[in-house]
């Protein structure tokens, strides 16, 4: 480059303009490179995308599973799904669960005869919502170190037994997967769909490009009568929501899931702050109204469509139970007592022939024909929720000896459950999911809450998709529509960086070619003189 310096201006000014060229190119590369891998200058903007079919829904309503060979149809509730294996599809009613990772069925060992537990075959197959039978059929097995590391299983249950591979038919085409098998199960009732942060079945839509972002949307329906004498379907959508079952009167209500998701002892992915829980009891037309817990003392719940029945630490339960017999003079038993031949409360019935799977609060309803009772549910800065009466007490019902369904009208169940919860922290099931949509966006870390639409029944769901905010040079912000979920900026595409390097490459070979040129200039310039 020495030679740059004894030429002629005009020479110099060429070379000069050459460099600067090629610095602006580099600089131009090198910052986009910068951008493109910079998680400070992007962020996230979400929004549903009617135009967009990338969602999966499932129905969650009562489940029957019939013809299964030298078996009783099984009786259940959520979602119906097939696994198919090289010879058949073997179906299962499978509930929602978000705390729990993993997709789990109960294996056919589960009910074998020393896990009975004084109940019967017919019994454990309906309140599995039906088992497979992995040593039949000819699923692949897996490492069970290929499923997902779960701490919502681990709080109630041992590990997971072993895992397979697995071919749902619950979409087109059917979804490939990794999934838990279980045969030793002490506190669950049926095979769970895990919907917790790293919830192997929406990795797997994800992967498949049948999603376009980790989220979905819960109406989780109801299983008692309403008050028009019929019980509501739900659904669960993946990908989005389901328009239909947003009243969207006062639009969503917002939580932040940036806390800690243990609570108390137990894992609890979804969390949501109550102000006050207030419960209202009604015998012989007068009605009183109970305060619970006091905004001064908010409480902090876990959500879990696994459960039915609301779930309440011990102090609180012994403040419910005070309350009701104060109130009512109603002093209920745990309904799995009444079916209990060790118990005081014994009815004369053995649960082998009514197995309560869910045990609330029973008392004889001929002593209080006329009892209703509702909840309100005040959200932290959001509206408050009435879990009305039909929700919260109904007719004892459990299951028959052959897993049917049955129903003792001489007892009353108030729908609380029975025993402090687990791990010391409130809990809210399907009860208050049935008054409420939920919508998870898992990768944003955003809860929200609508009021429910009661009307709603087949979903309309609406696919929801993110952008990518990306500040540019001057500050101002741009955005690229795409179904990615991460936040790394914005992805330019092939050609144009192939554009950019091919420049620089073209601008590295002018400059060499512009300093020969200036040699060649300066050597004949020499000559002349």
Request: proline share 5%.
């Amino acid at each position: 480059m020495v030679y740059l310096f004894s030429t002629p201006l005009a020479y110099r000014r060429r070379a000069g303009f050459g460099v600067a060229l090629l610095v602006l190119m580099i600089s131009v590369l090198l910052g986009r490179a910068d951008d493109i891998n910079s998680n400070t200058t992007a962020g996230m903007t979400c929004a549903p995308a009617p135009n967009s079919d990338k969602t999966v829904w499932l129905v969650l309503d009562t489940c029957e599973i019939a013809g299964i060979p030298g078996a009783d149809t099984v009786y259940s509730w959520g979602a119906k799904i097939g696994i198919t294996d090289d010879q058949t599809t073997n179906l299962f009613c499978i509930s929602p669960s978000t705390v729990i990772n993993n997709l789990f069925l109960p294996d056919a060992g589960i009910c074998q005869e020393r896990n009975l537990n004084g109940t019967t075959a017919g019994q454990c197959r309906s309140r599995r919502g039906n088992f497979i039978d992995k040593e039949a059929s000819k699923l692949t097995p897996v490492d069970v170190g290929v499923l997902s590391s779960d701490e919502g299983w681990k709080t109630f249950q041992n590990e997971f037994q072993s895992a397979a591979k697995a071919s749902l038919r619950c979409t087109e085409p059917a979804t490939t997967m990794d999934i838990a098998l279980v045969n030793v199960s002490v506190n669950s009732n049926q095979g769970q769909l895990g919907l917790a942060n790293n919830s192997t079945f929406i990795n797997a839509l994800k992967t498949a490009d049948k999603i376009n972002t980790r989220s979905w949307g819960l109406n989780s329906g109801s299983i008692n009568e309403g008050p028009d004498g019929t019980v509501r379907q739900g659904s669960l959508v993946f990908g989005g929501y389901d328009q239909d079952s947003r009243m969207e009167s006062d639009g969503w209500v917002e939580v932040a899931m940036d806390y800690d998701e243990v609570l108390g002892d137990r894992y609890c992915p979804l969390q949501i702050t109550i102000d006050q829980i207030d419960v209202e009891f009604e015998v012989n037309g007068k009605k009183n109204k109970k305060t619970l817990t006091e905004r001064a003392r908010p409480v902090t719940a876990c959500l879990e469509p696994n459960d039915y029945l609301p779930r309440l630490p011990g102090t609180m339960l012994g403040q419910f139970l005070d309350a009701l017999k104060i109130e009512t003079n109603i002093e209920p038993v745990p309904s799995d007592s009444l079916f209990d031949p060790e118990s005081t409360h014994f009815s004369g019935t053995k649960k082998s022939e009514f197995l309560v799977l869910e045990p609330g609060l029973s008392f004889q309803t001929s002593l209080f024909p006329d009892f209703n009772m509702s909840l309100f549910i005040t959200i932290r800065n959001g509206p408050v929720i009435e879990i009305p009466s039909h929700e919260m007490k109904r007719p004892l019902k459990g299951l028959a000896g052959d897993g049917s369904p049955v129903v003792d009208q001489n007892h009353t169940e108030i729908l609380m459950f029975s025993q402090p919860n687990v791990g010391n922290a409130s809990s809210f099931g399907r009860s208050f999911l049935s008054q409420v949509y939920l919508f998870v966006d898992l990768d944003n870390r955003i809860m929200r809450l609508d009021a429910q639409n009661k009307q709603a029944r087949a979903p309309s769901p609406v696919a929801w998709v993110c952008k990518r905010n990306v500040t540019n040079s001057t500050g101002e912000g741009t955005n690229d529509m795409n179904g990615h979920t991460n936040n790394t900026g914005e992805n330019w595409p092939a050609w144009k960086i192939a554009v950019i390097v091919l420049a620089s490459v073209v601008g590295v070979v002018g400059l060499v070619w512009l300093v020969l040129w200036i040699k060649k200039k300066i050597v004949q310039n020499a000559g002349n003189h």
